[in-house]
């Protein structure tokens, strides 16, 4: 096994988000199965400074995950359907957090938790300890190719943040 270290998460989230490109998201379900997913798509989110973070109003009961140190799962509700899967990256007190967007074979958050039936109980989780969920690196990988672009859905977060290009989409 190759699981992550819990350095590779307590760093800024603009370093962290393109090197979970490529990694395998590795889910053990309720049956006992294991699958591995390559992640194919992330976006940053960082800090209470850019307006498309959660964390941008403070700190919350919804936001508190995030002010932890790198390595915890945040997970939230959009639309009353959709659980969205976060990694909390930086250290204590500076809330980031990266969005998982794609895994292969499974375009779009909502569609990648529905499979891995993610839901409200992995919210806090820590992904050195977890049984049922982590990420981990994938041997003799070379260095990855990604793209940029801006982060989608987030009109609301001003011309200036909803331009950052910190969505990476492995090429």
């Known amino acids: 096994m190759n699981k992550l270290e819990k350095e590779f998460f307590t760093r800024d989230v603009l370093e962290v988000a393109p090197e979970l490109l490529g990694k395998h998201l590795i889910r053990k379900f309720d049956d006992g199965s294991i699958k591995k997913f390559l992640i194919t798509e992330v976006e940053a989110y960082r800090g209470e ?71 409200k109980s992995f919210y806090g989780e820590d992904l050195f300890s977890s049984q049922r969920l982590w990420i981990e690196s994938v041997p003799n990988q070379e260095k990855i190719k990604f793209k940029t672009t801006p982060r989608i859905g987030i009109d609301y977060a001003g011309e200036i943040y909803k331009n950052k290009p910190w969505r990476f989409i492995l090429d």
């Open 49 to 119: 400074e850019d307006l498309a973070c959660h964390a941008s109003k403070g700190r919350t009961s919804r936001t508190e995950i995030m002010y932890h140190e790198g390595g915890k799962i945040y997970v939230y509700l959009i639309y009353g359907m959709y659980w969205m899967l976060n990694v909390v990256t930086s250290v204590k007190d500076i809330p980031q957090a990266v969005l998982i967007r794609g895994l292969k074979g499974f375009d779009g958050p909502g569609k990648l938790t529905k499979k891995l039936f993610i839901d």
